[in-house]
């Protein structure tokens, strides 16, 4: 009987820590204005598309919650979407002519950063704070 419940115990814990539901808190902060919205899109670690959010803008800053996320790593792009049309904008150079960022703040030099950069690991609930490039 002790047996029994030691292995009990054992699988309740393990499947405890394995099906562990994480909250990531997202704030965007040094947003150019309060016009448009923030298009977020949140990867997992093989560039697949988890989560797709639109957040509005108030003070300059926007704040995102995604829920039930497992253990593991993700990466975050964003981009501040000031006249509503859903696509960031470029100049006739490609030149983003709207802010934009990655999760860890890296920056590319001529385009996007490397999407190894962007990863970051979530093993509790985590809150990142970003600040867009313009």
């Not at 890296?106 to 509790?124: D, M, N, T």
Request: with cysteine; aromatic share 14%.
């Amino acid at each position: 009987m002790k047996e029994f419940f030691l292995i009990s115990f054992g699988l309740i814990m393990i499947s405890n820590f394995t099906f562990s539901q994480f909250k990531l808190e997202i704030e965007i902060t040094e947003i150019r204005n309060d016009t448009g919205n923030i298009m977020l899109q949140l990867f997992d670690e093989n560039e697949k598309i988890i989560a797709e959010e639109v957040g509005q803008i108030k003070e300059k800053k926007c704040s995102f919650s995604i829920t039930d996320l497992k253990s593991g790593k993700y990466a975050v792009r964003y981009f501040h979407d000031e006249n509503l049309n859903g696509k960031m904008d470029a100049n006739q150079f490609g030149i983003p002519t709207e802010g934009y960022g990655f999760s860890n703040n890296v920056s590319g030099k001529f385009g996007p950063p490397l999407f190894e950069k962007w990863l970051f690991e979530i093993r509790e609930d985590k809150r990142i704070m970003l600040k867009p490039s313009y």
